[in-house]
C-alpha cells in the first residue's frame, strides 16, 4: 500500500528520524528535534503557535515548510456503556473513526491505521465503504491524542483493531506504536500495545522480529480453509497451515503468544465441524483465543451466533487445554463494536 505523502499528512508523515534528516537540512540544531517531538506526541499540539519554546520566526519557518494538522471531530457519539466513538476528519478530508473505552482503572483507544479497508472481510463494515488510504504514523498517534484531550487523562492501553488492515501499512503502524511507547511522546507501555492483522504473513514474520514487546492479535474467525476464504477473501493467498506454522515460529521466536479474535457468526463459523477445526488449529499452541459474539451491522445478512454457542465453543476449548476469553462488546449502542465502523458523513 502506498505511503501517506507530506502534502497530505504534513509533518505527521515524518517518522522522528525523518524529521532529524529534514530539521538538518535546514541547519536546526539538534535539540529542536526533541522539542517539536514532544510538542507534537507529547502534549499534542494542534498548532506551531503552542509551541512557546520556539521563536516566533522558527514557528513561521517550520508552518511553511511542514504544516502542522490535527484531527477535526466531526461527529462525537457516546454509549450507554460509556464507549465513546470519534468520526474524525483529516487534513485531506479523510475520514477515520476511533474508539475510547474507559474502566475505572483503564482508558483504552482503539484505533485505525486506514482510512476504509480493502480486505473486503463478508462480517465487517469498514470495507463497505470502500478504501481511501493508508494513514501516516502521526495521523495514527492523533487519535490516541484527541482521546486523552476529550476525557482530560491519560490512555493507557491502545488497540490497532479499527479501520483498515496495519499490516499492509506496516512501516507507518510501527513507527506509531514506537511513538506511542516512546517517553519523550505517549509512555504506553509496549505490552498495553496491540496490533490486529487479518494474517499478512510476510508482515507477521517480520514483525516477530522487531525488538519491542508489542502483541500480537490475529482475526481468524474461523479455522476452515473454505469458510475463511469465503468471509476474508482479502487473505486467500495465505493459507490456514502456513498461518499456524507462522504464529507458531513467532511464539517460538518471541515468547509472546498470539491472540487469535473468533467473532462467531450464526450458520456460517459455530457448527460443531467449526467448533473441532478451531481447536485443532490452536491445541498444542503457545496462543489466547478472544470469542466475540458478532455484532450486527445493518444491512448484513450475516447475523451473531447464540449465546449457548459461544458457551459451546468456550468449554471445548478450555477441554483441550487452550486459553479462551469471552470477550466483552462495547459501544455496540452506537456501532462502536467490532466489526461495525465505518465512515458516515459525506466530506464536505
Not at 51 to 76: G, H, W
Amino acid at each position: 500500500m502506498e505511503r501517506a505523502t507530506k502534502q497530505q499528512v504534513g509533518i505527521k508523515a515524518l517518522t522522528r528520524d525523518e524529521l532529524a534528516a529534514e530539521f538538518e537540512k535546514i541547519g536546526l540544531p539538534k535539540f529542536r528535534v526533541k522539542q517539536v517531538y514532544q510538542w507534537l506526541y507529547q502534549k499534542g499540539a494542534h498548532s506551531y503557535d503552542e509551541m512557546t519554546n520556539l521563536s516566533l520566526p522558527l514557528r513561521q519557518q517550520l508552518a511553511t515548510a511542514y504544516p502542522l494538522f490535527f484531527p477535526e471531530i466531526v461527529k462525537k457519539q457516546v454509549s450507554a456503556d460509556g464507549t465513546r466513538k470519534y468520526l474524525l476528519r483529516l487534513a485531506d478530508g479523510a475520514l477515520v473513526e476511533t474508539v475510547a473505552m474507559p474502566t475505572k482503572t483503564r482508558l483504552s483507544a482503539c484505533v485505525s491505521t486506514q482510512a476504509g479497508c480493502p480486505m473486503r472481510c463478508a462480517f465487517c463494515a469498514t470495507g463497505r465503504n470502500g478504501y481511501t488510504r493508508s494513514l501516516g504514523c502521526g495521523e495514527i498517534v492523533d487519535q490516541v491524542n484527541v482521546i486523552a484531550q476529550d476525557f482530560g487523562q491519560r490512555v493507557t492501553n491502545v488497540v490497532l483493531m479499527g479501520q483498515g488492515e496495519p499490516f499492509l501499512n506496516y512501516d507507518a503502524t510501527l513507527e506509531a506504536m514506537k511513538i506511542m511507547n516512546d517517553k519523550d511522546a505517549l509512555e504506553i507501555g509496549a505490552r498495553h500495545i496491540t496490533v490486529s492483522t487479518c494474517g499478512i504473513l510476510p508482515q507477521i514474520r517480520r514483525f516477530a522480529k522487531e525488538p519491542e514487546q508489542f502483541t500480537l492479535a490475529v482475526s481468524l474467525h474461523s479455522a476452515v480453509q473454505e469458510t475463511r476464504d469465503r468471509i476474508m477473501p482479502g487473505v486467500r493467498q495465505y493459507d490456514l497451515v502456513r498461518l499456524r506454522e507462522a504464529l507458531i515460529s513467532y511464539g517460538e521466536s518471541t515468547g509472546r503468544r498470539p491472540t487469535y479474535e473468533y467473532a462467531l457468526m450464526g450458520g456460517i463459523n459455530d457448527s460443531n465441524e467449526e467448533m473441532r477445526a478451531l481447536v485443532d488449529f490452536t491445541r498444542h499452541t503457545l496462543c489466547h483465543v478472544n470469542l466475540i459474539q458478532l455484532n450486527a451491522v445493518k444491512g448484513s445478512s450475516i447475523k451473531p451466533s447464540t449465546p449457548e454457542r459461544l458457551q459451546a465453543f468456550k468449554r471445548a476449548l478450555e477441554a483441550a487445554g487452550v486459553e479462551v476469553t469471552l470477550r466483552e462488546s462495547r459501544g455496540a449502542d452506537i456501532d462502536a463494536a467490532c466489526g461495525q465502523l465505518k465512515q458516515r458523513a459525506r466530506v464536505r
